[in-house]
């Protein structure tokens, strides 16, 4: 089910991915400002709606099949597909952990080191896990077609 600000998002004419985009690159610069107050706030504003959106943008990825494309023309992929599925609730999981740590003004304060470094992190791992999806996806889009001369 979709919430409220999901449905604006996609209403004002970006896609899950492209929102997603612009919430992370706005996560990247909060994260380098000194940790004040403000910060914090505008910090779980974010992480707020990365939370509203993550749900949505992997429903629609395992719409009708996750990486179906893939693993029809390789089903010894599966493993690979299957382990990429899983990531999507562990960083949705994770995603909720660093949202309840910045909900606290007293723990940002106290441990604003170690909560900007996980947030990296986190973030780190959204893009490895993008960058393994397209790489399967291009894989076998190049062994199907083939590459060209």
């Given amino acids: 089910m979709k919430s409220s600000h999901t449905e604006e998002r996609i209403s004002l004419g970006l896609d899950l991915v492209q929102w997603e985009y612009l919430l ?11 940790p004040t107050e403000l910060t914090r706030r505008a910090l779980a504003m974010v992480l707020d709606a990365l939370f509203d959106l993550l749900p949505a943008r992997f429903d629609s990825e395992e719409h009708g099949g996750y990486l179906t494309d893939v693993t029809g023309r390789f ?30 003004p007293e723990m940002v304060r106290k441990h604003s ?9 986190w973030m780190d791992r959204v893009r ?7 790489r399967l996806q291009q894989i076998a889009t190049n062994l199907t077609v083939g590459v060209g001369d």
Avoid: F, M, N
């Fill in 128 to 134: 490895t896990h993008e960058r393994e999806e397209r």
């Fill in 113 to 121: 080191a170690r909560l900007l470094s996980a947030t990296e992190d």
């Fill in 75 to 104: 089903p010894h992929w599966q493993d690979q597909v299957d382990a990429l599925r899983v990531e999507h609730g562990l960083l949705y999981e994770e995603l909720r952990d660093l949202r309840s740590s910045v909900e606290d």
């Fill in 24 to 34: 992370l690159g706005e996560l990247r610069e909060l994260i380098a400002d000194p």
